[in-house]
Structures are given as structure tokens and as C-alpha cells.
């Protein structure tokens, strides 16, 4: 795996953390919202983050053959792209960044629909991060 994919699906590193891993990737997920995301249109916003969610699968599968394990703590692509999918069409605000940080959280460590993450592979990885993201941004919408 070369440098670049380890820095993708590590969120830059974050993933590495020895420290609660998933919450160090979504704060990653919050900066490049905060300063690419938040203003693009909506069109590019879902087409990117559609791509970055098919690219994050397709190296979430080689990522558990070079760790050797089924969604390793490593891997945080999922949770960049959750809180991503999280903010989509939200209303930009320091209230609405936190709350969707937190909102997110909870739903991905909660994880009320686990079934999801029997997709195969790297599919499984980032749809379970995916629908935390669809349930955040519905409760966002509806308080914002």
C-alpha cells in the first residue's frame, strides 16, 4: 500500500491515533468541511462526497488485507465521509458544526443499524458511517 493510501484511508493519520481513533478521523472530517465543503453547491458537495465514499470502499478492502483485520480502528475514511454526508445541505454555523460533530458521534458509536456493516468488505466499512451521516443530517435539518 503506498504512502498516499495509508494517508487517505488514515484520515491523514488521524486514524492512528492511539487515542479514540474514529473521533480524531471526524475532526478531520471537520476541517476539510470547514474549509472545502462548506462553500461548494450542492451538486459538487454530493458528487464528491460520493467519490471520496466509492474510493474509501474500494481502499477500505485492500486496508483489512494489510492489516490483517475486519474494519481496523486505523481505517477512518468511513468517518470523514459520515460527517461529511452529516453537514450536507446544512446550514453553516459554529452550533450546527458542533452539534453534527456530536450527533455524528453518538450514531456511529451507537451503531443501531450494525447490520449494515455485513456489506462486504470496504462496503461494509463506510455504510455503517454513511447512514450515522444520513440520520445526523436529518436531525440537523430539522434544527436548523
Not at 111 to 125: A, D, S, T, V
Amino acid at each position: 500500500m503506498t504512502r498516499t493510501q495509508v494517508l487517505f484511508l488514515t484520515g491523514l493519520g488521524s486514524g492512528l491515533s492511539p487515542w479514540a481513533p474514529g473521533t480524531m478521523g471526524t475532526l478531520v472530517g471537520v476541517v476539510l468541511y470547514l474549509v472545502l465543503f462548506k462553500e461548494i453547491s450542492l451538486f459538487w458537495y454530493l458528487t464528491l462526497t460520493v467519490l471520496l465514499f466509492v474510493l474509501g470502499a474500494k481502499a477500505a478492502d485492500r486496508g483489512e488485507e494489510v492489516w490483517e483485520a475486519e474494519d481496523p480502528p486505523a481505517i477512518v475514511i468511513d468517518e470523514v465521509v459520515g460527517f461529511l454526508i452529516a453537514m450536507m445541505g446544512v446550514k453553516v454555523s459554529f452550533w450546527s458544526v458542533l452539534l453534527g460533530f456530536l450527533l455524528f458521534r453518538f450514531w456511529d458509536i451507537w451503531k443501531p443499524f450494525e447490520w449494515i456493516e455485513e456489506l462486504p468488505g470496504g462496503w461494509g466499512i463506510m455504510a455503517d458511517d454513511a447512514l450515522a451521516g444520513v440520520i445526523t443530517c436529518l436531525m440537523l435539518h430539522f434544527m436548523f
